[in-house]
């Protein structure tokens, strides 16, 4: 593959591109970012089309911008894991950015379409839609059940995981709801009151919810 030489200008735009603008570069950190912690096998797993060199090549470059680090984990699993840094999850704003460009790209979900990975779905269709003025004096910890798996969402700390206390509110939403929501085809409110999606907490802590992530 072409190798990216930069583009030689003295712009924050053209530097940031230098350093994320290569194919698989954002992905990479989407994945540690939603996912946390990777083994190589994880990603290569998660990232389909992908050469190992290269998923190499890019984790060593994001390694070198001081954007990935490797770890050990302790016996009895003692692998080697790669994590996101504290400057690489500056893209974070990135991320969700684009994630808010493109939900409207997506097709809309099909029973013979690609499968809607929950992740994505919790990411994209919630967490990029994080509202810090509307988080203003809010504690809330919720849980999101989306498909079987549950994912940690705080009111708090740009809408990341928010400790190990009991959750105030879980919500439980296919994956497919979740893109219905964002591309307009119902909304959070009419999937509960028809049973698409539950909501086990008080009625405070949902309005809380949706109001910090600007869920309709």
């Not at 984790?59 to 911008?65: I, S, T, W, Y």
């Not at 849980?143 to 190990?164: W, Y």
């Not at 959750?167 to 709801?177: I, M």
């Not at 909304?187 to 949902?206: F, K, Q």
Request: aromatic share 6%.
């Amino acid at each position: 593959m072409p190798v990216n030489h930069g583009y030689r200008q003295y712009c924050p735009i053209a530097r940031a591109l230098d350093v994320l603008g290569d194919r698989w570069t954002l992905l990479i950190l989407r994945e540690l970012t939603n996912a946390g912690d990777r083994r190589f096998t994880d990603l290569r797993r998660s990232l389909p089309g992908i050469a190992p060199g290269l998923l190499s090549d890019r984790l060593k470059a994001l390694a070198e911008h001081g954007l990935v680090t490797t770890r050990e984990l302790p016996p009895p699993a003692a692998r080697t894991v790669y994590a996101i840094t504290a400057r690489g999850r500056e893209a974070v704003p990135v991320l969700r950015a684009l994630a808010r460009f493109g939900l409207p790209l997506l097709d809309p979900p099909a029973a013979d379409g690609p499968r809607v990975d929950p992740a994505m779905a919790v990411q994209a269709a919630i967490g990029a839609f994080y509202d810090a003025a509307e988080a203003v004096g809010t504690d809330d910890r919720y849980d999101i059940v989306v498909d079987g798996r549950t994912f940690p969402l705080a009111s708090r700390r740009g809408g990341a995981e928010g400790g190990d206390r009991p959750a105030d509110l879980t919500l439980t939403v296919p994956a497919t709801t979740l893109v219905d929501v964002r591309q307009g085809r119902t909304t959070l409110t009419e999937a509960l009151a028809e049973g698409r999606a539950v909501a086990e907490g008080p009625p405070d802590a949902l309005a809380r919810l949706q109001r910090v992530f600007r869920l309709p």
